[in-house]
DNA sequence: CTAATAGTGTCTATAAGACAATATTCC
DNA sequence: GGAATATTGTCTTATAGACACTATTAG
């Protein structure tokens, strides 16, 4: 913090304090990011991340502010959120010096919306959205944003238990695994991706669940353990 | 970002925008993590880290803001620097809703000056400095601050080349592996350090450059090779 | 019974660590 | 030569992946 603080408050440029959500999802078995249609210039009328101001009287931070855009705006309440990296900068926002504390968000596949408080939601596969000069490019630097969530997302799929966010409640470890798969866009090894969840002892079975109905061996139900509801668990060596 | 702007400038409570840096270095082959005497209220004298009010006037970005701080309070240029994460809320600082984009940034040891512009730098083993309730804490919330660019820190360096920028131009292979033991506070096999930086191809021998003067065999020289004097070099599977 | 996928056993390949031998220097 | 540390070779152990076998269901 400087040692001196500003003679006036006019003395400081106005810096526009933000925050914005890349809301991950998986559908058909790729990560679809949540887009909103800007009400508002700049950008009036374009699909873009959702975000809002920071209200400082009633957002108790940054995290805050980030899960009150995921409720107000996309009705989403209680899934995965960390914050992600902070993008600032004179030229990012033509209203003037802006700084947007991205957070990234995972959504259970199987509950995945439509609409939202704040009218349509769509969702677009992150599959060239995150490259530079797409057809369909995102306003600002959400291309960015968006880019900055997918490397972390899929770095920590690598060594963690992060994409059980994107699971609803039960799921079986063959769904888990394509879900891994998915998120990390290559095949993984069966016999070594259940050592691997065994090793991490983060889920348990639920007692005489099994999800059954096709034709083949039914397969046991799975449940995140009490212990790693909120926190990740993590690997020592990947996978 | 929100469909409805403020009315007017007044009607959005002010929130403070600033830069902290985690400045750390080795010291006797332990992290030190420099801090600076407190000129002005609030905890006017106390040792802190440095930091300063993001200037929207002349300060590209967060980052911009970050190096400004540290070559205008600490004199140190052209060092490693990262963004850490983002600090915020209305709690962590008595003058209202703040918010510190916290930067990470490594200063070799053969380099740590004493004295900076703004006064004597004071240069704290971070043991014992990032948990709770210390003897000397720190103000506002930079222990966690600390404590989270301690984390970050030990976590690259079990898989990329971080700790390289706690050396000097150059080192020998013994140095670094030191280095990396007294950042991930434990031993390291000789063998497996020496493999896993040669599969990183980030180092390069300096030709003809010893170190002699021991009684022993002289040691190489090595630098970092130029692809890799900005950017990390990462290993697969750790160490 | 057949097709289909779940779950497991086991062998092989690869990576990490232990140990020790050799290389060079200063004294 | 002797002490000290650098560097390298090689064996052992641990981990990851390939492959195939058994299990269980619907039809």
Redesign the pocket.
Same mark, same amino acid.
């Given at each position: 913090m400087s040692p001196l603080p500003p003679a006036s408050p006019e003395d400081v440029p106005h810096i526009i304090c933000t925050v914005d959500v890349v809301l991950l999802t998986l559908i058909g078995a790729r990560l679809h990011v949540a887009l909103l249609q800007r009400a508002q210039a700049p950008h009036a009328g374009e699909w873009a991340l959702p975000g809002g101001y920071i209200h400082a009287q009633t957002d108790e931070d940054a995290a805050a502010a980030a899960a009150r855009v995921l409720a107000d705006k996309l009705g989403v309440h209680g899934v995965y959120l960390e914050q992600l990296a902070t993008f600032s900068g004179a030229r990012r926002d033509p209203r003037g010096w802006s700084l947007a504390v991205a957070h990234c968000a995972l959504l259970p596949a199987d509950a995945v919306p439509a609409q939202g408080p704040a009218g349509a939601i769509r969702w677009v596969d992150v599959a060239g959205l995150a490259g530079t000069g797409q057809p369909a490019a995102l306003p600002f630097d959400h291309a960015d944003i968006v880019a900055a969530a997918l490397a972390r997302v899929r770095s920590k799929s690598q060594y963690s238990s992060l994409p059980v966010h994107l699971c609803g409640e039960r799921f079986?470890?063959?769904?888990l695994q394509a879900v891994y798969e998915a998120v990390l866009g290559e095949p993984?090894?069966?016999?070594?991706f !259940?050592?691997?969840m065994d090793e991490l002892a983060m889920l348990e079975p639920v007692p005489g669940a099994?999800q *059954?109905?096709?034709?083949? !061996?039914?397969?046991?139900l799975w449940r995140v353990r009490e212990p790693y509801r909120q926190r990740l668990a993590l *690997?020592q060596?990947?996978?």
């Open positions: 079986t470890l063959p769904q993984l090894n069966k016999v070594s !259940r050592r691997k099994m *059954t109905g096709a034709a083949n !061996r039914p397969a046991q *690997t060596r990947g996978l």
